[in-house]
């Protein structure tokens, strides 16, 4: 069972933001489950706040011939419209650059354990958004291959 509880201030540009993060994990048998909730404030009311949720399962099955594991996983998360805190207009007002979603993620991992760890992952992510809402490219539904090593 882990805790963790953060609080960030940052300005990347006009206005400061504060965040204030708690989540959990906890690890049984073969499972890692996980949970986290974000709140975001902007200075001088820039923009409304900001909650964030999401939640995370993964079931590791050991392998014994090429792959050290093969990992099945489902994540959750809800994010309510926010923004980076840049202006984007042309009168140089402050607007929404991320609006509110909702993400279900299904897939899976399979890991070598060798010198560096290796992971080839294949997700579906599937995005809901509000009617009227912007979608950017990379927040849309997608099929996602990723090669990770780490070293």
Excluded: C, W
């Excluded at 594991?69 to 994010?79: P, W």
């Excluded at 979603?101 to 399979?110: E, S």
């Excluded at 009617?131 to 099929?143: L, P, R």
């Amino acid at each position: 069972m882990n805790l963790t509880l953060s609080v960030q201030s940052i300005q990347p540009e006009e206005v400061r933001m504060q965040s204030y993060d708690i989540g959990a994990y906890y690890e049984f048998d073969r499972f890692h489950i996980e949970g986290e909730y974000l709140y975001k404030q902007y200075s001088d009311n820039a923009f409304g706040d900001v909650q964030a949720v999401d939640a995370f399962v993964n079931y590791d099955l050991p392998l014994k011939k090429v792959f050290h594991k093969m990992s099945f996983l489902l994540r959750y998360d809800m994010m309510m419209d926010q923004s980076d805190a840049k202006t984007t207009d042309e009168q140089g007002a402050l607007i929404t650059t991320d609006y509110k979603r909702q993400r279900l993620t299904g897939g899976i991992t399979f890991s070598l354990s060798k010198a560096f760890r290796t992971d080839l992952r294949l997700n579906y992510e599937k995005y809901f958004y509000a009617k009227n809402s912007i979608a950017k490219e990379s927040e849309q539904d997608k099929i996602v291959l990723e090669l990770m090593v780490r070293f």
